[in-house]
Nanobody, 114 residues
Framework: QVQLVESGGGLVQAGGSLRLSCVVS????????MGWYRQVPGKQREVVAR???????DYAESVKGRFTISRDNAKKTVYLEMKNLKPEDTAVYYC????????WGRGTQVTVSS
């Protein structure tokens, strides 16, 4: 059973920064392409950043240049550094594989005030 535990969210003003973490247990991590997703009420969950096991990354256009995804395979942890946050970044953020494991974590709430 894979478990995903996200943390690091909070309330910040526009222009601020946050660093999210996601610890994975019970799954094969190092070879997995991992993603950070976000979801707002009434909308589908969207992937905002992806990282391969070797560290190659790509980003949604809406976050490119502001968010940085990274991973520590030894710690089975994936990170999302978020800078210059905007109110439209407000969402619950989740991590999972790009081809998701069936179970999702609780996510971590990010709220950006204007």
């Amino acid at each position: 059973q894979v478990q995903l535990v996200e943390s690091g969210g909070g309330l910040v003003q526009a222009g601020g920064s946050l660093r999210l973490s996601c610890v994975v247990s019970g799954g094969i991590f190092s070879a997995s392409v991992m993603g950070w997703y976000r979801q707002v009420p009434g909308k589908q969950r969207e992937v905002v950043a992806r990282i391969t096991g070797g560290g190659a990354t790509d980003y949604a256009e809406s976050v490119k240049g502001r968010f940085t995804i990274s991973r520590d395979n030894a710690k089975k942890t994936v990170y999302l550094e978020m800078k210059n946050l905007k109110p439209e970044d407000t969402a619950v953020y989740y991590c999972n594989r790009v081809v998701p494991w069936p179970s999702w974590g609780r996510g971590t709430q990010v709220t950006v005030s204007s």
